[in-house]
């Protein structure tokens, strides 16, 4: 299973990548809502799990989840 790790705070993004590695999931991780975005357009292949921060200081989980389900209606990638 493909993840994508979104947490401004890297040492949470690290020690989740390491235990979900453990579990042999492919994992990455961003400590930036900003390129989010991009990251999932870009993809090779689609993520199937998005573990979302819900306090971040650009954008919270919740608007980052609610742009992400409006770029895939919108079919924007």
């Not at 705070?9 to 991780?29: D, G, P, S």
């Not at 999932?40 to 199937?48: M, Q």
């Amino acid at each position: 299973m493909k993840v994508l790790i979104v947490d401004d705070e890297e040492e949470i993004c690290r020690y989740l990548q390491r235990e979900l590695r453990n579990e042999r999931y492919e994992v990455e991780y961003i400590t930036s809502s900003i390129g989010v975005l991009e990251r999932l357009r870009e993809a090779e292949r689609d993520y199937e799990l998005l573990l979302l921060d819900l306090r971040m200081p650009e954008i919270d989980g919740f608007t980052l989840l609610k742009e992400i389900k409006e770029a895939k209606n919108h079919r924007v990638w």
